[in-house]
């Protein structure tokens, strides 16, 4: 059982933790509290599992640990939040990582930066993202990288977050309530279909309307981005796109390709990489 130290505070494991959530942090399928070990100060994120059935229970505890083990896995890339710690205490699951930067990858952007810092930024994310796919197998798909887990710093240096919805293999569904916490707008078409075996190009799907927000202020498509199947049939819809770009129409092609509906034909991080550099 966790102790009460202070008024307005409990113990759990070497942590204390404050009562009073941080609302704008939480979701529906995790809460975050702050938290403090010494003069640390972390960020705990804790899964109510009281509603859950015992095999239930231990399913999705195997699910939510996939967080604690990659972020383990990543603890030398750049650019990731950092794991601290894990604790279950009766029904509640606490990961404990480092508290991040509150500025949004949106609410940064609103600062009206120009091409070039956003540039830098896009750069370093496809840097974290190619040492993401290096670490090896089994491989690492993030699932949810839009402009809420990409935080930007003081120092302008990105930070992705929120890997708890990641997976190292495949996994068919998703409790409904973690579901909700994808931003559907940047998900790869074959993201959350049952039974899906997917690979790092849904993260390279995500990323491209990333990099296509952060130089355009919008996406090329108002409710999913299934609309893209449509409107990519017209070649001159991939001309207009790198008209707004202000890029040379001859990335048309690596535009096709990277928000491709069929995984394999989008580019490597390498190569998105290379044609960011060149844009500079």
Known sequence: MPTQPAQGAITVGDYELELTPIQAE????????????FNEQVWAKCFDLDHLSAV??????????????VLKRLSRVEGVQ?????????????????????TTLAQWLQTQPAKEARLNVLIAIAETMKQIQ????????????????????????????NFELCQQEMVATLPLNARRTFEQ????????????????????????????????GELPFE???KELVTKG????????????LDVSPKHAEFWQRILHVTPKYRPTIEQVLEVLKTWK
């Open 233 to 244: 049939r017209r070649p001159v819809f991939w001309k207009q796109l790198c008209q707004q």
């Open 82 to 102: 950092r794991y601290q710690d894990k604790e279950l205490v009766d029904d509640k699951f606490y990961v404990f990582v480092e508290k991040a930067p509150t």
């Open 185 to 216: 707008k940047y998900q790869a078409p074959e993201v959350n279909e049952p039974g899906q075996s997917l690979t790092f190009a849904a993260d390279i799907f995500s990323f491209g309307l990333i990099i296509l927000f952060s130089l355009t």
């Open 223 to 225: 409710q999913s981005a």
């Open 56 to 69: 239930h229970r231990q399913s999705e505890l195997q699910s939510l640990g996939r967080e604690a083990l």
């Open 26 to 37: 939480s979701t529906d399928y995790f809460t975050v509290y702050n938290a403090h070990l």
């Open 134 to 161: 290096s670490v090896g197998e089994p491989e690492i798909i993030h699932r949810a990288i839009n402009l809420s887990n990409i935080r930007v710093g003081d120092d302008s240096n990105p930070i992705l977050i």
